[in-house]
């Protein structure tokens, strides 16, 4: 069956450093693959999508790499902020339709 | 704000009552969706609706009814539901195109009693 997997265990990094995030997948052929973000008692906030012929993805301090030989996507926030805090989604999604298979999500702690 | 809203935020309900969740989108988009999200679990997508017809139903118990009148309104009936129902309910609403990325609504947390 098709399986994502995040880090289950909060990552806590200091501010300043980089925090890099893991998403691997199992027995999925994904089209593209989103991150989301989520605070606390909010829903989840759209924050990058890569399609499967792209390797790298950036928007101001993320970045985002998609191995589809690995099955696997790194997250990265450089110079991390205490206000990145947060749970991080990632979400695959298959060619030619919108439905999304959504991983269990890392809560990153950005401490001063 | 995301351009998407739902109501009631907090709900609690007996196993014998009947309710509805409502989700309403003013982004123009052709996509609605429901989720579920519990503890220590990914989101679980429970309906799909592209331009008002329903296009994915996720094996979802019958006790969870949707309804799509409109493309900016999603409604989710609930009716004789059990504890572990209990929840999270998250809408979201997306173009019918590439990138689908999902605006999400703040979600009603859901408790059955």
């Known amino acids: 069956s098709q399986k994502i997997e995040q880090n289950s265990e909060a990552l806590n990094i200091q501010e300043g450093k980089t925090a890099t995030l893991t998403c691997n997948y199992t027995n999925y052929s994904p089209a593209y693959l989103q991150w989301y973000r989520q605070d606390p008692g909010r829903g989840p906030v759209f924050l990058l999508l890569i399609r499967e012929n792209e390797k790298e993805k950036r928007k101001e301090r993320l970045k985002v790499t998609f191995d589809t030989t690995l099955k696997q996507s790194l997250f990265h926030i450089t110079a991390s902020q205490p206000a990145d805090s947060a749970t991080y989604l990632c979400?695959?999604?298959?060619?030619?339709?919108?439905?999304?298979?959504f991983g269990t999500g890392t809560q990153l702690k950005v401490e001063l | 704000e995301t351009g998407v809203t739902q109501t009631p935020r907090h709900l609690v309900m007996g196993m014998t009552n009947k309710k509805s969740l409502k989700c309403e989108q003013h982004l123009g988009h052709n996509a609605m969706y429901w989720y579920k999200q519990s503890a220590k679990k990914p989101l679980e997508l429970m309906f799909v609706y592209n331009f008002k017809e329903q296009t994915e139903n996720n094996s979802v118990p019958s006790r969870f009814s949707p309804e799509c009148p409109n493309s900016s309104h999603l409604f989710l009936h609930l009716h004789t539901l059990q504890p572990e129902d209990s929840a999270l309910y998250l809408c979201?609403?997306?173009?019918?195109?590439?990138?689908?990325?999902?605006?999400f609504g703040p979600g009603t947390r859901l408790t059955v009693t």
């Open positions: 979400a695959l999604g298959a060619g030619g339709g919108n439905k999304l298979t």
């Open positions: 979201a609403s997306s173009q019918d195109s590439i990138p689908y990325e999902q605006y």
